[in-house]
T-cell receptor, first 111, second 114 residues
Framework: QKEVEQNSGPLSVPEGAIASLNCTYS??????FFWYRQYSGKSPELIMS????GDKEDGRFTAQLNKASQYVSLLIRDSQPSDSATYLC???????????FGAGTRLFVKA | KAGVTQTPRYLIKTRGQQVTLSCSPI?????VSWYQQTPGQGLQFLFE???????NKGNFPGRFSGRQFSNSRSEMNVSTLELGDSALYLC?????????????FGPGTRLTVT
């Protein structure tokens, strides 16, 4: 079982719609969760971090965390073609544990 | 504040050679992690350094090594290059080792082994 799992996609949504990206993780002691966006040929860019159960909103982005279900998601409202990229979920535990990345979900926003 | 910088950006080497990649973290960041990214394997963790000490290591052969200097700058070295080492090598820096410390990536070094 992979430590951090994401649907590889591609996920295709029309412009203006809500894109929902999901991630599950296997290590129950995981403490911190991060979403990165990576455009083709570029390096990952941090979008959001979330540490507590519930929702965290930042502009058009909302991260949702459910530690009991070992599930974290990213919602992108009013999706734009410029949001087309690969979205990476990352998980980190305590005590100096390394950050584990999922394989990423490719998102296409159709104009 | 300047971001993470990596040099060189592109590199072409021949099988059997060795290569050294450099990473300068964001000012004030003391932790540096290295990752290998390939289309088939995604982002694979290589190692993490903090205060000049390797704190974590991924599942890579001993040909991959690294170090960190007192100014937090880091280098990674790959000896006896193989074709499969062709990849994007990414460096990420963070304030420290706390779980909440966010990692910020540099632009990467694209290594091609022929």
């Amino acid at each position: 079982q992979k430590e951090v799992e994401q649907n590889s996609g591609p996920l295709s949504v029309p412009e203006g719609a809500i894109a929902s990206l999901n991630c599950t993780y296997s290590d129950r002691v995981s403490q911190s969760f991060f979403w990165y966006r990576q455009y083709s040929g570029k390096s990952p860019e941090l979008i959001m971090s979330i540490y507590s159960n519930g929702d965290k909103e930042d502009g058009r982005f909302t991260a949702q965390l459910n530690k009991a279900s070992q599930y974290v998601s990213l919602l992108i409202r009013d999706s734009q073609p410029s949001d087309s990229a690969t979205y990476l979920c990352a998980v980190k535990g305590t005590g100096g544990f390394k950050t584990i990345f999922g394989a990423g979900t490719r998102l296409f926003v159709k104009a | 504040k300047a971001g993470v910088t990596q040099t060189p950006r592109y590199l072409i080497k021949t099988r059997g050679q060795q290569v050294t990649l450099s990473c300068s973290p964001i000012s004030g960041h003391r932790s540096v992690s290295w990752y290998q990214q390939t289309p088939g394997q995604g982002l694979q963790f290589l190692f993490e350094y903090f205060s000049e000490t390797q704190r974590n290591k991924g599942n890579f052969p001993g040909r991959f090594s690294g170090r960190q200097f007192s100014n937090s700058r880091s280098e990674m070295n790959v000896s006896t290059l193989e074709l499969g080492d062709s990849a994007l090598y990414l460096c990420a820096s963070s304030l420290g080792l706390a779980a909440s410390d966010e990692q910020y990536f540099g632009p990467g070094t694209r290594l091609t082994v022929t």
